[in-house]
């Protein structure tokens, strides 16, 4: 009569050999789920960009989130609104966009911010932007480095373009 089965030394190799995998998968897919919700910010701001530009071209001036028809993931247009991860700002007190974490993202604490200006000072056919964050290190460039590769001007452009005209 054959013996069947695992021996209690193959089943604890199993088990080291599964925990060892587990102990070095978990963290980095944890990293991965947030990389994943940040990934919402580079988009949206993308999407702002464009649709500023091409305000600026056609009206020769710059236009508020409702004007150039933004709306955040958020689903907002003015004010400021939330999505599972961001507030979104539409105020355009000081920044023309900004969006702040209302979770902790990897070495991104709750609070951090990702903002962007532009300006119209070279004309609106030249719109400079320029995109940063209070905590470039741990959330840009950990975490959104697509972010920073919006700008397109390393001149950092620290007050906002007022909505409806020039600076």
């Known amino acids: 009569m054959e013996k069947q089965g695992f021996s209690l030394i193959e089943l604890m190799v199993a088990v080291v ?8 998968a978990v963290p980095k897919l944890f990293g991965f789920i947030d990389k994943s919700k940040a990934s919402e910010i580079s988009v ?22 409702h004007d150039i028809g933004y709306r955040s993931p958020a ?24 969006t702040e974490s209302t979770v902790n993202l990897n070495n991104c604490p ?16 030249n719109i400079k932007f320029w995109t940063s964050s209070d905590n470039v290190i741990g959330c840009i460039d950990e975490l959104t480095p697509s972010f920073k590769r919006l700008s397109n001007t390393t001149t950092p452009i620290t007050t906002p373009t007022k909505s409806g005209g020039k600076e």
């Open 110 to 125: 709750k609070g951090s911010k990702w903002f962007l200006n532009y300006s119209l000072s070279e004309g609106a056919h």
């Open 17 to 24: 050999i599964s925990g060892i995998l587990a102990a070095v």
């Open 75 to 98: 689903g907002n247009s003015l004010g400021i609104a939330s999505s599972a991860n961001f507030t979104y700002d539409a105020t355009e007190h000081y920044y023309n966009w900004v």
């Open 44 to 65: 949206a701001a993308g999407t702002y960009m464009k649709l500023q530009e091409t305000y600026a071209f056609e009206h020769g001036k710059g236009g508020s989130w």
